[in-house]
């Protein structure tokens, strides 16, 4: 049982679906709940019924982690296949999956070698890293490489969203409420990076015009890129996305990168009109002397 298997949880969010199949990631559940409420995420409700009951419920929704002995029954179920997996999740700052996983990996010591990895992001980042390990789990059989190359990939996956309206960020004191108020009066949209696994104001942006030219600013800054992914809250392309493609493309010289609607795990952070972009940077040959 030399194979390595990769395991995610739901607020993963992938732009090609079938990656899941083709590398055969197995994703746990998280459960999302809305009041009284509860759905697991990415399979009883998607992207979007989950943005329309943000906008039209006017409930802020709070994700929730599978048990540990739901995550023991994922590795247990895996540890018939195999004797090496691969677990990477969600920012084990901004909820308890992590740590529910790395419990139930202990539950199977001796029995199953289990690396339990922080991804430091969430939605499109912890997407990107667990296709990563997928793909490196085919190249490598050797269970440590592989992880210390996920946590080397960690490190290339870069965040940035402007937001609209501040009623989510305020609940999750990223500002204080008057703060929230003034910027509203003003017309803010605050900037929200990811650092070392939590959402952090990096700075602010007067109107959509302004937030167009900081996103362009802030992928300019990269000169060498796996991926690149906008993120949006509408199903069809808004105005200030199409300015932000067209700027990308003229920025970068290319217009490969896909355009994706956002997903549960981002919203239940930033709100129901974020917007922004995700970059994988390629990694730098150095890294590995």
């Given at each position: 049982m030399s194979e390595i298997r990769v395991v995610t949880d739901s607020t993963a969010l992938f732009i090609d679906p079938s990656i899941i199949?083709?590398?055969?990631?197995?994703?746990?559940?998280?459960?999302?709940?809305?009041?009284?409420?509860?759905?697991?995420?990415?399979?009883?409700?998607?992207?979007?019924?989950?943005?329309h009951r943000m906008r039209y419920n006017h409930v802020i929704p709070r994700l929730e982690p599978p048990t540990p002995d739901e995550c023991r029954t994922v590795y247990a179920r895996l540890n018939r296949e195999v004797s090496k997996i691969v677990s990477i999740h969600i920012s084990a700052n901004l909820t308890g999956v992590y740590r529910n996983m790395l419990a139930a990996s202990k539950m199977l010591l001796g029995r199953c070698d289990i690396a339990v990895i922080d991804?430091?992001?969430?939605s499109v980042g912890l997407g990107i890293l667990a296709e990563k390990a997928a793909i490196l789990a085919r190249q490598i059989s050797d269970l440590e490489e592989v992880v210390r190359a996920v946590r080397r990939a960690i490190g290339r996956v870069y965040s940035v969203f402007f937001v609209q309206t501040m009623t989510t960020i305020c609940h999750h004191?990223?500002?204080?409420?008057?703060q929230a108020i003034l910027g509203s009066m003003l017309g803010v949209m605050p900037f929200i990076t990811i650092e070392e696994g939590n959402l952090v104001i990096m700075e602010k942006a007067l109107d959509s015009s302004q937030a167009v030219d900081k996103l362009v600013e802030f992928a300019g800054e990269f000169t060498d890129f796996e991926q690149l992914v906008i993120l949006h809250h509408t199903p069809l392309l808004t105005n200030t996305i199409r300015q932000l493609q067209d700027r990308l493309a003229l920025e970068l010289s290319t217009?490969?990168?896909?355009?994706?609607?956002?997903?549960?795990?981002l919203a239940t952070f930033l709100g129901s009109d974020a917007a922004g972009i995700v970059i994988m940077e390629n990694e730098d040959e150095d890294e590995y002397l």
């Amino acid at each position: 049982m030399s194979e390595i298997r990769v395991v995610t949880d739901s607020t993963a969010l992938f732009i090609d679906p079938s990656i899941i199949s083709r590398y055969n990631i197995t994703v746990v559940p998280v459960y999302v709940r809305f009041g009284d409420d509860r759905f697991k995420l990415g399979i009883d409700i998607g992207p979007e019924e989950f943005l329309h009951r943000m906008r039209y419920n006017h409930v802020i929704p709070r994700l929730e982690p599978p048990t540990p002995d739901e995550c023991r029954t994922v590795y247990a179920r895996l540890n018939r296949e195999v004797s090496k997996i691969v677990s990477i999740h969600i920012s084990a700052n901004l909820t308890g999956v992590y740590r529910n996983m790395l419990a139930a990996s202990k539950m199977l010591l001796g029995r199953c070698d289990i690396a339990v990895i922080d991804s430091q992001t969430l939605s499109v980042g912890l997407g990107i890293l667990a296709e990563k390990a997928a793909i490196l789990a085919r190249q490598i059989s050797d269970l440590e490489e592989v992880v210390r190359a996920v946590r080397r990939a960690i490190g290339r996956v870069y965040s940035v969203f402007f937001v609209q309206t501040m009623t989510t960020i305020c609940h999750h004191n990223l500002i204080s409420e008057a703060q929230a108020i003034l910027g509203s009066m003003l017309g803010v949209m605050p900037f929200i990076t990811i650092e070392e696994g939590n959402l952090v104001i990096m700075e602010k942006a007067l109107d959509s015009s302004q937030a167009v030219d900081k996103l362009v600013e802030f992928a300019g800054e990269f000169t060498d890129f796996e991926q690149l992914v906008i993120l949006h809250h509408t199903p069809l392309l808004t105005n200030t996305i199409r300015q932000l493609q067209d700027r990308l493309a003229l920025e970068l010289s290319t217009s490969n990168f896909p355009t994706h609607l956002y997903d549960g795990s981002l919203a239940t952070f930033l709100g129901s009109d974020a917007a922004g972009i995700v970059i994988m940077e390629n990694e730098d040959e150095d890294e590995y002397l």
